[in-house]
Structure formats: C-alpha cells, structure tokens
C-alpha cells in the first residue's frame, strides 16, 4: 500500500488537481466520512462539505452522527473538540463497540483569538475571587461555544450551560430561571448584546478584566448589583466594525438595511438593523426581495459567497478594512487533501481528542444547551 502524501506533496498540487483528490476520498469512503465546514470557511473549501452551517447546526450535526469512522471539522479547534465530546460520547461508544470516531482538523493551528482569551486557571481564580464576596451558589457560568473543553467542562461542573450566538438569548432565559445573575466569558460583546436585548441595563452588567489583581478590577458594590459579569474578551475579527461605518454607509445609500453579527460592539449592533448569528445573517438574505441593499458586519469570506449567491441584491461589506477570520482562512485545500488521504489510508493525522474526564463534564453543559430551544 502506497503512503499517504505529504503537506508539502499537497502544497506542490493546484486548486483542481486537490479538488480532484478530495472527491476521490469522498467517493471511495463514501458516508464512513463527513466532512462540515463553517460559514467563515473559504468558498474552495466549502465546495467539499457535507454540511455548512453555524456553530449551533455544526455541533447539532455531530451529535446527532452514529456510525461514521471520520468527521474532518473545516473550521476551528474549539469546533473539532466540541465535535469530539459529542460524537464520542460514552453512550455512542458503546453503541460502536468502543470505536471512536475520528475527529480532524485539517490545520492544528486552526484556533480562535477569542477562546485564548479565557483559560481555565483564570476562570477558577475568578469564581474564587466571587466567593470571597457573593454566593457563587448565586451564578450561573455561561461559555459561549467558542471556548476550550475546559471551560464548557467548568461550565457543566457549576451548575452552568454553553451558548452559541443563535441559541444566546434562550440559554441566558434558562440561566436566570436558575439563579440570580451569570458570569459570561469569554465574549463580552455576544453577552452585553443580548442581555440587553433581554431588558438588562447596562449597569446591571460589570465588565470583568482577568489581568486584574482583585474582583477583575470592579468594586464590591458593582459585582453585588450586576446579574451579568462579563469577561473581557472579544473577536478581533468582528471587532473591527465601527459605528463610523454604519453612519457612512447610511450617508451614501440611505436605503441601506445593516445587517451585523452580535459578536461586534453594542455600538454597532445598536446602530444596524437586524443582528444575529451567521445563519441568521443568511436567511435575512434569503428572505429579502430583490433589489434590497445590505452592508453586513460579519466574516468577509462568508459576506462574499452572499454577494455571489445573490446577484439580485446588493450586497456590500460592512467596513472599509477587510475583516477576516485568519484562523479559519488556515484550512485550505492542501491541508483538507493531506489530511483526508492520511484517513483513508487509516492513518488520521490531527486528531482532536479531549480527555475523558473533561468530556464528561463537558458535555453535561452541551446537553443543558442542546435541551434549550432556540
Ligand atoms: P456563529 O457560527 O454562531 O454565527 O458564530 C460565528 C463565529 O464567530 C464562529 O467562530
Ligand atoms: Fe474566533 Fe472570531 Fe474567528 Fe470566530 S471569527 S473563530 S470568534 S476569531
């Protein structure tokens, strides 16, 4: 039997001549392999998925596989361990036998700003330090999906749930029937934005800075009145839109519908039309008759597959600067190539396993969020 490639052998092909080599997998493991790519991924890449969705239909989508042998995650790594906690769960195990499935990211270096910026350590320190001053029997902790293992695992030891952004609203619904008040991390933007959205005013809510010596730099009286902690965190890619670009736009086209992602500042999300997460941004396009003119604050890569599905509107991008996922932009064809010819030659390469015990945890909070509807 012939080896598999190497990267640098996939490097050296052209964009058809990889194509070629995917669908050659496809074919020859047939629904043994799934492969599900992210709205942010590169169209190229896209072309190969079996299902492209957001972060809730993609976990939903690996939760809900029984029997394939490989699921290659085209996105980021928090993705490919959420798939891997979900797919490989005690219960399927048992069901195959003990056969795990294999979960791939084509790319290692595929990982997220902002789920760095919240380790597991500092989250611990944090709900220490709140003990000291209110009772953390008092707080649901909420991750967003885009976080380590650790911190979904955090999430389900206390009593707490994962959210993505199209389930964000519904999931703080449960918290708060839970206990009093919720500590957000590690997006303060998708955390502000609908716990505003939800009637929660702004000095109800602290801002919890991890690098801060004491109380993430709040006084006693501001944590005691605040029902949503949030750390301080961010996307770097959907921070970059401003108001300024709202404005602007409105200016040159006053018909304009803005149309961003909750993951951008309040002030952007205040000034647009609609907000919500990437399949929402999608069905609003969708749904929209011809001739209607959007700037949309999201991801580039997925604003330009719009502006190229839908010929019959006007699409524009939301700010003068390209905004670009450059984690996600990691998994190109070469690695998904590479990456798929080591699985069918039975010899998975980046394979994302998460520890057994943090799986159990985690996945406690994953079912809390899978169980809320949305
Ligand atoms: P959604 O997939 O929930 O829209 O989130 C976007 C995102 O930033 C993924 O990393
Ligand atoms: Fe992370 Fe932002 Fe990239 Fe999503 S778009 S993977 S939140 S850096």
């Given at each position: 039997m012939s080896l598999p490639p190497t990267l640098a052998d996939c490097r050296a092909l052209d964009d058809a001549a990889l194509s070629v080599r995917i669908e050659a997998v496809r074919q020859q493991m047939g629904p043994r392999l799934v492969i599900l790519g992210h709205h942010y991924q590169q169209d190229g890449v896209i072309a190969h998925a079996d299902l492209d969705g957001d972060s809730y239909q993609l976990s939903k989508s690996a939760a809900e596989r029984t029997d394939c042998d490989a699921i290659a995650f085209c996105g980021v790594h928090f993705m490919a361990e959420t798939a891997d906690i979900l797919v490989n769960r005690p219960e399927k195990l048992a069901a195959r036998g003990g056969r795990r499935v294999h979960v791939i990211l084509p790319d290692l270096a595929a990982g997220c700003s902002m789920a760095d910026m919240a380790g597991i350590e500092q989250v611990e320190d944090a709900w220490a330090d709140l003990g000291t001053l209110i009772d953390t029997a008092d707080i649901t902790p909420?991750?967003?999906i885009n976080s380590a293992a650790s911190l979904k695992a955090f999430c389900g030891k206390h009593g707490g749930i994962v959210c993505t952004s199209?389930?964000?609203?519904?999931?703080?619904?449960?918290?708060?029937?839970?206990?009093r008040c919720v500590l957000f991390f590690p997006d303060q933007h998708l955390g502000r934005n609908t716990a505003r959205r939800m009637g929660i005013p702004l000095d109800q809510m602290c801002l919890w800075n991890p690098h801060e010596q004491r109380l993430g730099g709040n006084d006693a009286q501001q944590i005691r009145k605040s029902r949503v902690i949030l750390w301080q965190g961010h996307c770097s890619v959907h921070a970059m839109f401003r108001p300024e670009h709202i404005d602007a736009m409105r200016k040159n086209v006053p018909a304009i519908k803005i149309l961003v992602h909750p993951e951008c500042p309040m002030e952007v999300v205040d000034k647009a039309d609609l907000a919500g997460s990437t399949s929402f941004i999608i069905r609003q396009v969708e749904q929209a008759a011809a001739g209607t003119q959007w700037a949309i604050?999201?991801?580039?890569?997925?604003v330009k597959r719009l502006e190229q599905r839908h010929p019959e509107q006007q699409i524009r991008f939301l700010s003068p600067v390209f905004c670009m996922c450059a984690t996600m932009y990691r998994i190109d064809l070469a690695h998904l190539c590479w990456s798929l010819e080591h699985v069918a030659a039975g010899l998975p390469v980046n394979v994302i396993r998460v520890d057994d015990e943090t799986a159990a945890w985690a996945v406690t909070a994953l079912d809390r969020m899978l169980a809320v509807s949305h």
């Open positions: 909420v991750t967003y199209s389930n964000a609203e519904a999931v703080l619904k449960w918290s708060f029937a839970q206990r604050g999201t991801e580039l890569h997925l």
